[in-house]
């Protein structure tokens, strides 16, 4: 049998030899394009790929078998899903079939075509991995969870070409996470979007292996989900955003149709009501959130840390109640995040008990905490996820709070700012977005290693990477593609690719190969210049 393995690093040292530019691994310069086999063109890399034999032709007959008698309903689900996404692009009629008939006939499941397989047994693959193994008969898909076989259809998609049929190069991709979080947010409160854009960003996010968006549904400029027990926050408090624009909120059956969207495509959102600061829009809405009674203005500007709930008040705690129960009934995922960022209108032991019960009621709603890493500097309670968002300059005590939590067991999320935010500019040029933690070029977003980032908190206690996106600045789809495009597709790699296929040089050609398909899906995305883009 002949292996036709080929690294991408051998193909680069070929590439740097034969010319006389580009003599440090690391440098931002741009790099000669070099033409990758559709192995080497997945993102995130996959753990591992032998390439051998021949491949499989997509043809007119060309079916997607979703398995025999008893295969569950969801792998014909997920094959329906991947027959769509495979339709447009190669122009096939691709069915769908299964072991009862379609054109096969019995026994279908053993037939020529894309296979989708659950396999139980199959303890290597773990909780969303996945094998994708090529002949000239057909590609079997197998993992041991639907979400594995889903993922295994979003690594089909990369190794067909752009437009038209093609075939799949012959060989096996045996893949795993690196992180069991690998997340983006978005930012909804300063600017209001519509739910569709959302799921537009979920479908972008799926592709690359991202499982999980945070949602940052409240801030001082807007309230935006509906709450039964409290309507005018969404009425009122909703009715406003950064800039003065007449802002919007989404309905539970919008939040709920969005959840069920992202769950079909193995995405978990993550709700974020921010407290007890960026609580404006809940205040002007209700007056008695606050110490005095009295309703605050609407606030439309970009200033953080001025507003604060009343700490002392019992009908505070009535009101998170009410709030985190309704959304705890409304989530399907594990998580309520409570932000907890920012607060420098509570003082700190305000802060700490204000925490103590906010967590007690996220508990009494079943579900787990999550809040930005401030907690740490407070008391999280058992289990609480922290989510680490500094940056380079931030002070050597707050990261050693946060290690101290982590020793005491809390999973942390990565966020560093001056990498993972995506709404940082790219340099002085970029339109859009801001600069407090530095300019995040598409080289920065890649160039740190989530496994040793923060001293005193190993890997084995980061669950996972998350990329933010703030709004500030943001309000139409196109800049937020900008902002989020190349760089999202860096921090899916981070999140998913083992720390050994980490490689800036290797990586940067990868982002290239994602040109024309960002192009095709027409996703806006900034031609960073230390790509080298076809
Ligand atoms: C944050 O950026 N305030 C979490």
Redesign the pocket.
Known sequence: MRVLRRTLGTLLALAAASSCAAPHRDDAKPAASVVLTPYERLLPAPASVRAEGPGYAFGAGTVIRTGGPGAPEEVRRIGELLAEQLRGPTGLPLPVVDGAGGPGGPGVEDGDGVRLRLDGGAAELGEEGYRLRTTPTGVTLTARTPAGLFHAGQTLRQLLPVRGAGTVPGGTVTDTPRFAYRGAMIDVARHHFPVEQVKRYVDQLAQYKINTLHVHLTDDQGWRIAVDSWPRLAEYGGASEVGGGPGGSWSKDEYRDLAAYAADRYVTLVPEIDMPGHVNAAQAAYGELTCDGKAPARYTGIK?GFSSLCVSKERTYEFIDDVLGELAALTPGPYLHIGG??AHSTPAADYARFMDRAQAVVARHGKTVMA?HQLASARPAPGAVLQY?GHDRTPAAEKAAVAAAARAGHPVVLSP?DHAYLDMKYDKQTRPGLAWAGYVPAQRAYAWNPGSYLPDVPESAVLGVEA?L?TETISTRSDWELMAFPRLLSLAELAWSPSTALDWPAHRQRLAAQGPRLDAQDITYYRAPEVPWP
């Open positions: 953080v960022d920012e930005w968002w700012a933010p703030w």
